[in-house]
């Protein structure tokens, strides 16, 4: 990783150098520097940070899946002496003996948005329900269907990644599919699935799978996708094909731009994450920790919410103006 990927958020630049220094360090990493997502989160952090007298550094992987990034900057934080670390693991087993170097060291580490694998591999986890938030867009899909018969093609994250696994087996699930349930990492794939293909969470790797999906199953109508980066290419492809208006495209995120695309109809729903509640929920456990030694544990739900432009018989959601409120803040 290079050094830029790792920077000091001098969140006391008001204060005397001293003061500076003797402020508790807090690491935040991300699984990437430019998705909105993080880019929002990473703004909570820092002014939960600064709020609370805490300095802030940040680091995050060049790409989703980038395990060695992320590794270079957990050691770079436990070198820097930061007393917590918060991270979303891209990799969600192969960071588990960093993770377990950090905590030896008396550092507390808490997962924000992914889990680790096994979960208790941090001391605490803030996060989406995503099996439920899978579950919300999936049962907004087949009430948008109809009565046509489902021809599916989902846009995945990566191989055995629990986010991933737990939004694609709950839409499924939603969908009223045969589905692994919340705690299995593989991806269920009933006969009504014609395509998957791991997009990466990018927009790029995202239309690229669209194309392939539909240039092998052109009557592709119903596309679940694990983000709205990658919803934003699955799109793109499907209106080279002129095939964006009668197929339902669903996501997760709930990020500004992801809500204002379900305005505009490029996508029928999403499912609104919070990711600014998650960094002050992690920031604020963090400095708890540091004032008491008291530790946070197990699973915190940080809510989701089905984000629709226009409602569907039977599935409860919110419209664009409530979606367009909570984007990517707090619920």
Known sequence: MHLRHVMLLTAL?????????????????TKTETNPFFVKMKE?????????????????????GDNAGQVTAIENMIAAGARVILITPSDSRAIVPAIRKARAKGILVIALDSPADPV?????????????????IGQYARAALGRKTPRIATLDLIPGHPVGAQRHNGFLRGFGLTAPGAKVNTL??????ACMADSYGDQAKGQTAMENCLQKNPDINVVYTINEPTAAGAHKALKARRREKDVILVSVDGGCQGVRDVASGAIAATAQQYPLKMAEMGVAAGIA?????????GYTDTGVTLIAAKAAPGVESKNVKTGLELCHGRK
């Open 44 to 64: 909570g952090a820092q002014a939960a940070a600064r709020a609370n007298g805490a300095r802030l550094l940040s680091g995050a992987g060049k790409n989703d």
């Open 188 to 193: 269920g794939k009933p006969a009504e699935v």
């Open 120 to 136: 208790d591999a941090t001391d605490a986890l803030f996060a989406t329900d995503n099996y439920r938030a899978g579950m919300l």
């Open 13 to 29: 630049a008001g204060l005397p150098d001293l003061a500076r220094a003797q402020a508790p360090i807090i690491g935040l990493i």
């Open 289 to 297: 920790f540091i004032k008491t030694g008291r530790k946070p544990s």
